[in-house]
């Protein structure tokens, strides 16, 4: 307890919001309005959950990123799961992938029908589902950012290190600095600061960030997840924006290191290479997601089945594209707590623990 009360003083957070309150002022006076992201849906939940936004400057806005993986997921992927168990693969997953929409259907509806579709809370739980049924072809869902990916590569190996023949992946893997290029690039956002996300950067380390930093770019500021770590980070950034500087700043020492987890990174790169992938709302971005490299290319689910993932459809009313991409926010969905709720969802950002719009029904209505 005494660790975390350590994140929660009320006098630290008082002192906090009287900085960034007089920052706020001080932008204001040179007619600055702020836009900063935070690209960590761990992040998106924190904020809402503690009600940060309603302490901020008026002049200071956040908008939450693609920062859930499950969310940037296309709904094609979904549609390929579905085609795998319905064939009679043995399909695991996540479970907050159970009721992701894809074109037609969602994999919680297709176990009703009677598939074999589990749950898992680990990938290491995925690999003693293939030990356990050897008569079954068992699929891994593998969906994630950089966080996971390390684990996947490790289940990887030791399925082939065991000799578990009957264990393949579907990669859906993303990764955060090519999507952050991404949204820097696009005219119709305008972003003034990165709230870096924390579990990721312990990865790929915080000198992943500079390529944003610097002349022409903007501060990024790595920060925890505790409520004074957050508005320490936003303090962070508006500092810089005041002193008209753009660097990296890494307020997360205690995980993260300037060059990141060698052992994760060499891991990742043993069994993955870059790949163009799509994401959603952002479409495709270069050298954004991971396929299996060649020497291990026997286990891609997609190329043992002989499928391919194709871009889906989604629901053409659902405008979880827009809030992944912060050109809206989820109350601004016509379906945001009426048709789409956590118990019926109709998009991702609904389904997800870490989604934007499943953070703001939960605490922000």
């Not at 309150?21 to 932008?27: F, H, I, K």
């Not at 289940?155 to 992946?169: H, T, Y």
């Not at 994760?264 to 479409?283: C, H, K, M, S």
Request: glycine share 10%; with cysteine.
């Amino acid at each position: 307890m005494k660790y975390l009360d350590a994140f929660r003083d009320p006098g630290a957070a008082r002192a906090l919001r009287a900085r960034m309150a007089a920052l706020g002022e001080t932008l204001a006076t040179a007619g600055r309005n702020v836009n900063v992201m935070e690209v960590c849906g761990t992040h998106t939940m924190a904020i809402a959950r503690y009600g940060i936004r309603d302490v901020l400057p008026e002049n200071v806005r956040l908008l939450s990123g693609p920062g859930c993986p499950v969310c940037v997921t296309e709904p094609g992927y979904v549609d390929a799961a579905v085609e795998l168990a319905r064939r009679g693969y043995g399909v695991a997953t996540f479970g907050d992938m159970l009721n992701v929409p894809g074109s037609e259907t969602t994999l919680a509806r297709c176990r009703a029908e009677g598939a074999a579709v589990e749950v898992c809370y680990s990938p290491a739980a995925a690999l003693e589902l293939a030990q356990r049924e050897r008569d079954r072809e068992i699929v891994f869902l593998a969906v994630g950012f950089e966080t996971t990916i390390p684990v996947f590569a490790a289940v990887l190996e030791r399925a082939r290190s065991g000799a578990v023949g009957n264990l393949s992946l579907l990669p859906a893997f993303k990764c955060i600095p090519p999507a952050l290029r991404a949204l820097r690039a696009d005219p119709e956002i305008r972003i003034d600061g990165f709230l870096c996300p924390p579990h990721v950067s312990a990865i790929i380390g915080s000198r992943a960030y500079e390529p944003f930093a610097g002349p022409g770019g903007v501060p990024c500021v790595i920060a925890g997840f505790e409520p004074l770590d957050i508005l320490f980070g936003l303090v962070g950034i508006l500092e810089q924006l005041v002193a008209g500087e753009a660097r990296v700043v890494n307020q997360y020492t205690r995980v993260v290191r300037p060059e990141g987890n060698q052992k994760a990174q060499d891991l990742i790169a043993r069994y993955f290479e870059p790949v163009d992938a799509a994401w959603r709302g952002l479409g495709v971005v270069p050298a954004s997601g991971l396929r299996l490299r060649a020497e291990v290319a026997d286990r891609d689910a997609a190329r043992r089945a002989g499928i391919e993932v194709r871009a889906g459809r989604e629901d053409p009313r659902c405008r979880c594209g827009d809030v992944i991409k912060a050109k809206c926010r989820p109350r601004d969905c016509a379906l945001f707590g009426t048709a789409c709720t956590p118990d019926q969802p109709v998009g991702p950002c609904m389904v997800s623990s870490e989604g934007t719009c499943a953070a703001a029904f939960k605490y922000e209505r």
